[in-house]
């Protein structure tokens, strides 16, 4: 069993603890994330612990986003996505996957992590990911 994992936006006012380092971190190319420059580390809610006020952003491209991205109303960081109550609704998954930003946390602790670069701007939500290049050991 590993240490937990805690990183804090850049004011501090919200903290972000994770039970272990991700299996894999995506640094997706669609707009919503490219935009928050976000690397997306995969976990079950359980998983997870925010402390600290948040807010969110659900995409406005969409009729039913995904996820809704949540951030720290103080510095502006994004600190993780959870999926959103409406897609949860329409789609009748499981509330089992949200993203926490891993560029929040020290470097050292996501040592042989592979970071993977899928082409979401080409992804409809279905079927599998196309990818930019070939993915890196961090």
């Not at 919200?14 to 580390?41: K, M, T, Y």
């Not at 720290?72 to 996505?81: A, D, K, L, M, N």
């Not at 499981?94 to 891993?102: K, P, S």
Request: hydrophobic content about 35%.
């Amino acid at each position: 069993m590993t240490d937990p994992l805690t990183a804090t936006c850049h004011c501090g006012a919200v903290h972000v603890q994770i039970a272990r380092a991700p299996d894999f971190i995506f640094e997706c190319n669609c707009s919503l994330c490219d935009s928050h420059g976000a690397w997306w580390g995969y976990y079950d809610p359980g998983e997870v612990v925010v402390t600290g006020e948040t807010r969110g952003y659900g995409r406005v491209d969409r009729e039913v986003p995904a996820v809704e991205v949540h951030f720290c109303p103080r510095c502006g960081c994004t600190t993780h996505f959870a999926l959103s109550e409406a897609f949860l609704e329409k789609s009748g998954v499981a509330n089992d996957r949200m993203g926490v930003n891993m560029r929040l946390f020290d470097r050292a602790a996501l040592s042989g992590v592979k970071l993977h670069y899928p082409y979401g701007r080409a992804w409809d939500g279905t079927g599998e990911w196309g990818y930019v290049r070939e993915a890196v050991d961090l």
